[in-house]
Nanobody, 121 residues
Framework: QVHLVESGGGMVQAGGSLRLSCTASPRTFTGLTMGWFRQSPVMGREFVAQVSSTGRTYYADSNKEDRFSIARDPHQNILYLQIHSLKPEDTAVYLC??????????????WGQGTQVTVSS
């Protein structure tokens, strides 16, 4: 069982930046792809970005402006999401997720509770 806890959300003005964190426990596991989603009443749940256990990253097509950057600390199993040039439409609950790479199982296996990001205009 893997537990995920997000932090780093808050209220910011448009054009600002935030760095979100996701701490995974235990920290001794390997072979887990980790990613970020966001959920809002208007847009529903959207995929943002993911990074594999070997460091391969993948971003949503909506990241054509390169405002999102994903990274992970493999020694502490901490996932980060850096967001620049925040827009009001970025307002959402940002969720951390994990997916085992072995077994070819569908869907994501673990979810955090989320951290609220609110962007004012």
């Amino acid at each position: 069982q893997v537990h995920l806890v997000e932090s780093g959300g808050g209220m910011v003005q448009a054009g600002g930046s935030l760095r979100l964190s996701c701490t995974a426990s235990p920290r001794t596991f390997t072979g887990l792809t980790m990613g970020w989603f966001r959920q809002s009443p208007v847009m529903g749940r959207e995929f943002v970005a993911q990074v594999s256990s070997t460091g391969r990253t993948y971003y949503a097509d909506s990241n054509k402006e390169d405002r999102f950057s994903i990274a992970r600390d493999p020694h502490q199993n901490i996932l980060y999401l850096q967001i620049h040039s925040l827009k009001p439409e970025d307002t959402a609950v940002y969720l951390c997720a994990g997916d085992w790479e072995e077994g070819n199982d569908p869907g994501w296996d673990y979810w955090g509770q989320g951290t609220q990001v609110t962007v004012s205009s």
